[in-house]
């Protein structure tokens, strides 16, 4: 008989012990300590087995964490410079923490906790749980979610449930899907794989039936709701899903972008603290990026804070976008 499966600990539990755990620390926690200890993780943890599933959830909760402005840190183990397999994880509080000048007044807390009332009736729901995991790990208290200090919130995509449910049910479904560039969708008819989430961003790794090859999808650019065929297809090897991560992970590497960001801004602020930004010695900032577009739309809400130096091309389009945006409001 097979042991019984591990409770399924929900997401912004699983978040809000990882914050707690490292906000308790000075030296910092290794990720076999986080793994085999914290909430989320230790009842998945096999101690001497293999943890490649759980350590790349890890991997996926550190981006998760960033996102939401938490000043995760990673430290070398004194004395063990280069060993990747040694690096600790800790949150500064003193980063972390609400500036003393800040506070929330009785009617701020009133319409607060209203607009939590109308994200719990909305799409929003599952998500903006997640909102609370700052007020949570500070100490502030609430009967209902509410929206922290600067929080960056994901929705989730409509998508996501209906393909979440063909996943499960191994059955090929249709979408519309809407490139950058193009003004018309196209129709995609794919066997799903899986779901993964890079650099905070929700794709679909799927095997597409008319190109005969496997694709990314972002679930942004779904632009239609999911048809689903009668037609099922066999389930796909486990290890898809890692293959595909790692995928992103190597053109992610390979892409970089060089910013002139204005100091003490909130592009300052947020840029910095991206995965894998490089201050270079002129003071501009080299970021690493996936998605050419993505990338040209978040540098563009920051609007004169940043000024884009190479490559050219994301020059230009990161120009044209505002330039649009000009237009649009006159």
């Known amino acids: 008989m097979s042991p019984a499966s591990p409770p399924r600990v929900p997401v912004e539990e699983r978040l809000f012990s990882l914050v707690l755990a490292l906000l308790a620390t ?30 790349r959830q890890f991997e996926r909760d550190k981006d998760d964490i960033r996102e939401l402005g938490v000043p995760l ?52 729901s599952g998500e903006s749980r997640r909102a609370i995991l700052k007020l949570r790990s500070l100490g502030v208290t609430t009967d209902e979610p509410v929206l922290g200090y600067a929080p960056r919130v994901r929705v989730r995509d409509a998508a996501f449930e209906p393909l979440s449910t063909a996943l499960e049910k191994n059955v090929i479904v ?9 003004t018309d969708a196209r129709t995609r008819t794919v066997a799903p794989i899986a779901l993964i989430q890079h650099q905070g961003r929700w794709l679909l790794h799927a095997d597409d039936q008319d190109a005969g090859a496997t694709r990314n999808f972002l679930l942004s650019r779904i632009v239609t709701p999911i048809t689903t065929t009668n037609k099922r297809h066999a389930a796909f090897d486990a290890t898809a899903t890692g293959a595909a991560l790692a995928e992103l992970e190597k053109i992610w590497d390979e892409r970089t972008a060089t910013v002139e960001v204005e100091p003490g801004t909130d592009a300052a602020a947020r840029l910095n603290k991206r995965r894998g930004t490089v201050q270079l010695p002129d003071g501009s ?35 044209d976008r505002l330039l649009r945006t000009a237009a649009d409001h006159g």
């Not at 397999?85 to 209203?114: C, H, K, M, V, W």
């Open 26 to 55: 000075e030296s910092g926690l290794t990720k076999n300590e986080i793994l085999s200890t914290v909430q989320g993780y230790r009842q998945r943890y096999n101690r001497s087995g293999d943890n490649s599933n759980l350590e």
């Open 73 to 124: 840190e990673t430290i070398e183990s004194p004395g063990q410079a280069g060993n990747n397999q040694n690096l600790r994880y800790r949150i500064p509080r003193g980063d972390y923490e609400l500036p003393a000048d800040i506070s929330f007044s009785p009617e701020e807390t009133t319409l607060l906790n209203l607009a939590a009332r109308v994200w719990r009736e909305g799409s929003l």
């Open 285 to 319: 900032l080299q970021l690493h990026y996936s998605d050419f577009e993505i990338l040209a739309d978040e540098l563009a809400s920051f609007g004169p804070e940043v000024l884009v130096t190479t490559p050219p091309e994301l020059r230009a389009a990161v120009r």
């Open 174 to 182: 249709r979408f519309g899907y809407l490139k950058p560039g193009e």
